[in-house]
């Protein structure tokens, strides 16, 4: 029996997403498992939302109770170190992350896929890691 195709999978991510933290890790954790080049593609979701004008989930109360609950319950399946920041409305609606998607996105022009990985770690530490 022949070895399975190697995949390659592409990642979209925006360090201001929890959501997409838990999917970071999870694909990173099983990338050799699922036999799979992982290629980081970081982008702009704010840009997105609004040129689709659509409205964050926090934007919306029943959503964002919700959300609440449900990254609490995914924060502790996955054991990811993940609070929301204290400064939530500062973090996510005033600084935003153009200023890390383009590091990102300079970072994986310039250095390899590994590089890439680390420093979006490390910025989703410093946003949702904080201790309040």
Known sequence: MAAPMRKSVE???DVLSPYSWIG???ICRYKNK???DLKFKPFFLGGIMHHSENTPPAMNPH?????VKDLHRLRNYYK???NEPADFVD???VKGSLSAQRLLTAISMDL???AVEDVSRQLWLRVWSKVK
């Not at 959503?63 to 959300?67: D, E, I, L, T, V």
């Open 11 to 13: 990642f979209f991510f």
């Open 24 to 26: 970071f890790e999870q």
């Open 34 to 36: 699922w036999n799979m």
């Open 63 to 67: 959503k964002a109770r919700y959300g």
């Open 80 to 82: 990811i170190p993940m």
């Open 91 to 93: 973090v996510m609606f």
């Open 112 to 114: 390899n896929n590994e």
